[in-house]
């Protein structure tokens, strides 16, 4: 049996929302035991204001007991915060729930964490300075350079650079950095049943430099990245202009499209399907997916969020549970 976390997220958005909306709906996974990080009472008076049938337990009720188990950690009293609201003490509610569930990772007490969005400013508010979730990994685990990915059931797009400046993402996109997210994304496709995968790169400039006219990041970085990985057995293709990759991937001709900055992945991928996308963090020595969104505080407390995304987190953790 492998326990799955889920993290409840910024309790003034729509984390506990999600989470009631994810359980009414998914059927049990044999093998995985899920537990949610998070607060029991606030979870039940969701699932009443949203009169869905989920019964939420204490821990503590043992795994005789019928229902999702949750582990409270003390949160803000109901009074205490604004639904929809920029708080310091929700911020930091959250940011421990996450904490907390890696530390159980890491000790070998559970094996995944799907988490609900949490907001980066209320967090930086609580004096927690980090710029989301994949920072707090990579101080936590040691793991150098853990990246991010979009899985889609049609396409994966990792992302050699994520939360930096445009400016200094150029600075980060180097031999080495392309070459470990190629390996990443390499692994995590074999992991989940690509034996071959096909991993295109695209271009840092426009038209991917045009041999050198437009820029030299194509022949100075990427092309020699690719000689690298290929003398490793890992076989790639491009560079390709940016603005075509990710069509001809959704088209078939790739498994997986390495994208060199953050828009450039988040802005096609969301545009075609933003219900259905989930952020995967790759080099782990555990599972961590997440919904492909924020805490949409402006719709948070109307019971209409959408837990498509959410669902698909979910479903790809257990599956890369189950292959693992």
Known sequence: MKTLLVTLGDIAGIGPELIVKLFATQPPAPGIRPLVIGDLEILRATAAFLNLPVRFVDEAAGPQADGIAVRSLAHPAPGAFRVGGISAACGDAAYRCFVHAVEECLAGRAHGIVTAPLHKEAMNLAGHAFAGHTDILEKMTGVEGPVMALWHPRLVVSHVTDHLPLRAALDAVTVERVAHVARLTHAALVRAGTPRP??????VNPHAGENG??????????????DLLAAEGIETSGPHPGDTVFLQGLRGAFDAVLAMYHDQGFGPMKTLDFANGVNCTLGLPFVRTSPDHGTAFGIAGQGIAEPESMMAAWRLAVRLLEEG
Request: aromatic residues 4%.
């Open 198 to 203: 096909r991993i295109a790169l695209a271009g």
């Open 213 to 226: 006219l437009f820029g030299r990041e194509e022949l100075d970085i990427v092309r020699p990245a690719m």
